[in-house]
């Protein structure tokens, strides 16, 4: 019998099941689904296998990296120097030591005036100046205008890296977890802000190097309906298994249902029920030959920051073109979505090859409104040997609170293992040499 069970098989749960196995801790991971991965998975399309939708990691993802390195699969990123290119503006940041090189990439960005570039530079200083930390959580647009920041920047500039990294419009986006961002990636090493491409489905890239490392200890297609405190610990529902210790490390979407026998827990299942939810909605294009992509990750604007990538990795010609958060993209039918960014990606990388086929795939609930001074639980619950893991969980300190990123999931799945293996007596764990 497990000592430990971990319910939902997303990049949390893998990182707390990985982070305990190779403590030699007995864990089973429970996943209703027939594959790992979440709402970061491969997917079959007429025989090509792509991602269920487009994610972007930054070399300041740490927890991530070394997720990736102990399952192998660190090799199948491309790193790349960070550049941003939309309509009407590129930022580059060159291959020199921080913070030379943000200085050197506002320096030399096209498309902002002198007076705008400095704007920007005196912007990123004043966060510095106060640790970014904020006196209280506002949102993103508010703390723009304070710093006085001109409309055409924060379009260009300040609003995609928003919705690219909080997929939530800088209108209501927090501004805590927007300086956070930036912290860790504009104001970090010049290695941090280098843009890290998946260069193979995201299954094979977590899920199904997991399921290959971690063998019998994972159960797919095995659903936890419930959980209920024992005699001995805690019965799952479902797999009708007791277990001394539970990682609740599904949607929060589902911890309602399956709290609803803890009354400990009501007060958290409340406040993640009041949670709204953002789609991310991905618009998948093969071509005969691959389009002329001058960088592999293109803004296309429009309003609504759609960047396209190029997918070449998982079959030649493969494009993939992402819209984050609400828009009036996701009421548009499907035809004339593909048409308008068909059109907006012709624009970008000139004459478009024949297109073969096409798909769009819309994760409705993908992640939650980062909004301003949400009330997320810590992965530390009120019942004893309860956690929870998700990248909807933070910690007290707001300057530690990530957004519905792959890296806020491997973290809070990291960070649950190790509040575990510190509870256990006798334990030899020591978190600063994990």
């Not at 990636?185 to 190097?209: E, P, Q, T, Y």
């Amino acid at each position: 019998m497990s000592s430990i069970a971990i319910i939902g098989g997303g990049w949390a749960g893998i990182a707390c099941a990985v982070e305990l196995a190779d403590a030699g801790r007995a864990v089973t991971l429970y996943e209703s689904a027939k594959q790992l991965g979440g709402r970061a998975r491969g997917v079959d399309w007429n025989g090509i296998r792509i991602d269920n939708g487009q994610h972007l990691m930054i070399g300041a993802y740490g927890a991530t990296l070394r997720l990736l390195r102990r399952l192998g699969t660190a090799h199948l990123l491309e790193r790349r120097p960070l550049q941003l290119r939309v309509p009407g503006f590129r930022l580059a940041l060159p291959r020199l030591p921080a913070p030379l090189h943000l200085a050197s990439g506002l320096l030399l960005a096209r498309g902002l005036s002198l007076a705008e570039k400095w704007t920007a530079a005196r912007f990123m200083q004043a966060l510095k100046a106060i640790h970014y930390r904020l006196p209280e959580d506002l949102p993103a647009s508010s703390l723009l205008r304070r710093h006085r920041q001109p409309p055409a920047l924060i379009a260009k500039l300040w609003a995609p890296i928003c919705i690219a990294a909080l997929n939530t419009p800088v209108e209501t986006a927090s501004a805590q977890v927007f300086c956070n961002v930036l912290r860790d990636s504009l104001a970090g090493s010049r290695a941090d802000s280098d843009l890290l491409m998946n260069r193979a489905d995201l299954g094979s890239l977590v899920g199904d190097a997991a399921l290959a490392q971690l063998g019998p200890r994972i159960k797919l297609g095995e659903k936890v309906t419930g959980i209920a405190r024992s005699a001995s610990g805690f019965h799952l529902a479902g797999p009708e298994q007791v277990v001394k210790q539970v990682v609740l490390a599904v949607h929060p979407g589902r911890l309602p249902t399956l709290l609803a026998d803890l009354p400990e827990m009501a007060d958290i299942g409340k406040a993640v029920a009041g949670f709204t939810w953002q789609p991310i909605l991905t618009l998948w294009l093969r071509f005969a030959t691959p389009p002329a992509f001058p960088f592999p990750m293109l803004g296309l604007g429009d309003g609504h920051a759609p960047w396209a990538f190029e997918r070449n990795d998982l079959a030649p010609g493969l494009v993939a073109i992402v819209m984050s958060a609400d828009g009036p993209h996701i009421r548009l039918p499907a035809e004339r979505l593909r048409d308008d960014y068909l059109d907006l990606l012709a624009r970008a990388v000139g004459v478009l090859p024949a297109l073969l086929d096409w798909k769009i795939i819309t994760e409705k609930r993908a992640t939650w409104s980062c909004t301003p001074s949400l009330p997320r639980p810590d992965n530390r619950t009120p019942v004893p040997g309860l956690y929870l893991a998700g990248d909807y969980t933070a910690t007290m300190d707001t300057t530690d609170a990530y957004p519905a990123t792959l890296e806020g999931a491997v973290r809070s799945g990291v960070k649950c293992a190790h509040l575990i293996l510190a509870a256990t007596p006798n334990s030899t764990f020591n978190p600063q040499h994990a």
